[in-house]
């Protein structure tokens, strides 16, 4: 297999540090975000170049158009872009979850993985090639209470998504993705730590999820996907 150019939002943790590692283990090049200094730090300690990673809010719009221009400058269109940062707000009935809290979800479950896109689908649809992975959720397709922020955030990642793909030239793809139940730190966040032992672990979900990405190809355009072997619910 050939390697090839990823981008990766939320990189420095869970699902993302996942498949950072599993990734680079196959030789592809990983360049990647997220918002924590010290993790990022981390990261290029564990993972010299070609490999590279930024900090970057991505509901910061002019900070991911320049981290974006200086990737596509130095590496070009990617091969496969996963538009994995995501975050939650505490288990709370919609009218006792903060605004802030509230508002955040939305801005970087939706409007940040807007604002990636707008920074590097131009390059991509230019050189007609790349598959576009948007992170969606069993809770993007399905709800429970007190999730409603999330929920919310990740149907729009699906709708979204959708007509996205009907705006791609042929030679691209872009594709919501169910990753499954995994035992993360937002999991443990709302099943408490106890039941979310019972999930898979991030590494391995990633050793399923990561050959099953690679193969995705422009005949999944606008499909929504879910990875193989792991739970749903």
Not at 14 to 28: I, P, Q, T, Y
Not at 81 to 108: E, G, Q, S, T, Y
Not at 118 to 124: I, Q, V
């Amino acid at each position: 297999m050939r390697s090839r150019l990823l981008i990766v939002t939320g990189c420095s943790q869970g699902l993302g540090l996942a498949m950072v590692r599993s990734f680079a283990a196959l030789s592809h090049t990983i360049l990647g975000c997220a918002r924590s200094a010290p993790a990022i730090a981390s990261l290029q300690k564990e993972f010299s170049a070609p490999h590279a990673f930024s900090v970057v809010d991505v509901a910061d719009a002019a900070a991911v158009e320049s981290w974006a221009g200086k990737v596509l400058a130095s590496h070009g269109a990617p091969d496969l872009l996963l538009n994995n940062a995501a975050v939650i707000h505490p288990n709370a009935p919609l009218w006792k979850v903060p605004a802030d809290r509230f508002n955040r979800v939305i801005d970087i479950n939706v409007k940040g993985l807007a604002n990636v896109l707008r920074a590097f689908l131009p390059a991509m649809v230019n050189a007609r090639k790349g598959v576009i992975v948007n992170f969606s959720s069993g809770w993007g397709r399905s709800t429970s209470p007190e999730v409603s922020g999330y929920c919310a955030s990740k149907y729009a990642v699906e709708g979204l998504t959708a007509s996205l793909a009907q705006e791609l030239p042929a030679g691209m793809a872009a594709v919501a993705l169910n990753p499954g139940v995994i035992n993360t730190a937002m999991l443990q966040d709302c099943f408490g730590k106890e039941s979310a032992s019972h999930y898979p672990s991030a590494e391995d979900w990633a050793r399923r999820a990561v050959p099953f990405l690679l193969q995705i190809s422009p005949k999944d355009n606008g499909h929504p996907l879910t990875v193989p072997g792991i739970p749903t619910d």
